[in-house]
C-alpha cells in the first residue's frame, strides 16, 4: 500500500516544472547505501471506505463546512502582519523571505496556501534558494504536496521532487500535529476519512433527491392486475405524455388513478443529517459552528460570540501560527524569530477597549499619547486632541 501511495505521488509530481525550479540553484546528488522507507503508523484507523465515496483534497474542499473552515484558517492567519523580532525589538528591515517568500505571489497567498496543505494533508514544503552572502534564503517556491515524496537516510529526510533530491537545507518542512516517532504530520484525509466520507455521501444523497433521482414523485394506482410487461409500457406511455415540462392535463382511462408523492427533507432527516455532519466537520478544524455557518445546537448571545471568536483566536489559531512561526524562524540569523502580530484578532470591542484604557490612565501606568499609540490614531490625531488657544482680544474694525 506504501509503495502505491508513493509511486501515486511521484506520479503526480512529474508536472512540475523544471524551469520553475531553475532558479534554485544548490541541489545536491543524493548517494546512498540503502534506502529505509518511511512506515506510516497505523492504529486500525486507514480502513477503506465501502462504496464509491472518494475522499480527497478535492472532494473535501467541496464541502460546504470544511471549506469555510480552512479558508477562515488561512486567510486568519495570513492576514496578520509578519515581522523578525530580536529581544522582542522589531528588525528592519524585514527579511525578504518573511516579506515576500515567492516574487509570483503575496505574502498572503503563500501563507494562506501553505497553510491549506497544512490543515488538510498534515505537511507542506518549500524549496529554498537565492540565497545571501551569509546563506540565508531570500526565496522559496511553496511545492504542492503530492508532487514531494519523503524518505529516510539514517537520521536525515530526504525529499524527492520531480526527479531531484533534497536535503533539509533545501526544504522547509511545515508539520501539522505529529505522532511520536515520525516526521511526518498528520492527515486529515487520513485520519477523519470515515466523517468527511459520511459528509460527502450525505451531501451527494441530498442533490440525488432533490434531482428526484432517488424517490419516485408518483404512483400509478389500477383496478385491475397487471404483468410487468403491461406495467411497464403504461408508466412509459405517461411518462412520455406529461414527463418533462408538460403541463397539460393527463387523460387517465381503464380504471388507472396517479397519486402523487410528497417528501420534504425534513420528512427524510436530510436536514439534520447535513447539520450534523457539518458540526462534525467544525470540531475537526476547531471552527466554532456560527463561523463557518454552521447552525449552532445553542442559542447564540452576543456574549457568547464574543467569546467564542476569541477561543478561536486561542486556541485555534494560535498553535497552527505557533507552528508556522517555528519553522519560518529556522529560515533567519540565530537570536531572532518570526512573528505574527495578532493584537487584531485579541483586542476586545470599542467599548470594553476604551473603559480599560480609563483604567489605565487614571492608575498611570498609561497616558493618552500612549492610547494613542495602541489606536493607531497617529501623531496628527495627538496634536488635533489638544485644546487650540482662543483669541479673545476684540479688534475694532470700526471706521
Not at 232 to 255: C, E, H, M, T, Y
Request: net charge negative; aromatic share 8%; proline share 5%.
Amino acid at each position: 500500500m506504501l509503495e502505491s501511495i508513493e509511486q501515486s505521488r511521484l506520479k503526480a509530481g512529474r508536472w512540475y516544472c523544471d524551469e520553475v525550479m531553475g532558479i534554485f540553484t544548490r541541489r545536491k546528488t543524493e548517494t546512498r547505501e540503502r534506502d529505509i522507507p518511511f512506515v506510516y503508523p497505523s492504529y486500525g484507523f486507514f480502513q477503506p471506505i465501502q462504496g464509491p465515496v472518494t475522499v480527497n483534497s478535492q472532494t473535501t474542499l467541496g464541502i460546504p463546512a470544511a471549506y469555510r473552515c480552512v479558508q477562515l484558517i488561512a486567510d486568519s492567519i495570513a492576514s496578520l502582519p509578519l515581522k523578525a523580532y530580536r529581544h522582542n525589538v522589531e528588525v528592519e528591515p524585514t527579511p525578504a523571505i518573511l516579506y515576500q517568500p515567492d516574487r509570483t505571489m503575496t505574502r498572503h497567498e503563500m501563507i494562506a496556501s501553505t497553510l491549506l496543505s497544512m490543515l488538510i494533508h498534515g505537511n507542506a514544503y518549500w524549496l529554498l534558494g537565492d540565497r545571501d552572502a551569509l546563506g540565508y534564503p531570500r526565496q522559496a517556491v511553496l511545492l504542492a504536496t503530492d508532487a514531494v515524496n519523503v524518505r529516510t537516510l539514517g537520521a536525515e529526510l530526504i525529499y524527492h521532487v520531480s526527479g531531484q533530491s533534497y536535503t533539509s537545507e533545501d526544504i522547509l518542512h511545515f508539520r501539522g500535529l505529529q505522532q511520536a516517532g515520525s516526521p511526518m504530520g498528520m492527515s486529515v484525509l487520513e485520519h477523519h476519512r470515515r466523517t468527511i466520507g459520511i459528509s460527502i455521501a450525505g451531501e451527494d444523497c441530498a442533490s440525488e433527491v432533490y434531482n428526484a433521482g432517488g424517490l419516485p414523485v408518483g404512483v400509478l394506482e389500477a383496478d385491475e392486475a397487471m404483468s410487468k410487461d403491461e406495467a411497464d409500457q403504461v408508466k412509459a406511455q405517461f411518462v412520455a405524455a406529461n414527463g418533462g415540462r408538460s403541463r397539460g392535463p393527463a387523460i387517465l382511462a381503464n380504471g388507472l388513478k396517479y397519486k402523487p408523492l410528497s417528501f420534504n427533507p425534513k420528512d427524510l432527516e436530510l436536514i439534520d443529517a447535513r447539520q450534523y455532519s457539518a458540526q462534525q466537520i467544525c470540531t475537526i478544524f476547531g471552527v466554532p459552528a456560527f463561523l463557518a455557518g454552521v447552525a449552532a445546537p445553542n442559542s447564540m448571545t452576543y456574549s457568547n460570540v464574543n467569546q467564542d471568536s476569541i477561543h478561536f483566536a486561542r486556541y485555534t489559531l494560535r498553535p497552527w501560527i505557533s507552528r508556522v512561526e517555528a519553522t519560518l524562524s529556522t529560515l533567519i540569523p540565530r537570536g531572532q524569530e518570526a512573528r505574527f502580530t495578532m493584537d487584531a484578532l485579541l483586542r476586545a470591542d470599542t467599548i470594553t477597549r476604551y473603559q480599560g484604557y480609563e483604567i489605565a490612565i487614571r492608575a498611570g501606568f498609561l497616558t493618552p499619547a500612549e492610547v494613542r499609540d495602541l489606536e493607531d490614531f497617529g501623531l496628527e490625531a495627538a496634536d488635533q486632541s489638544q485644546p487650540e488657544e482662543i483669541d479673545t482680544e476684540v479688534t475694532d474694525v470700526s471706521v
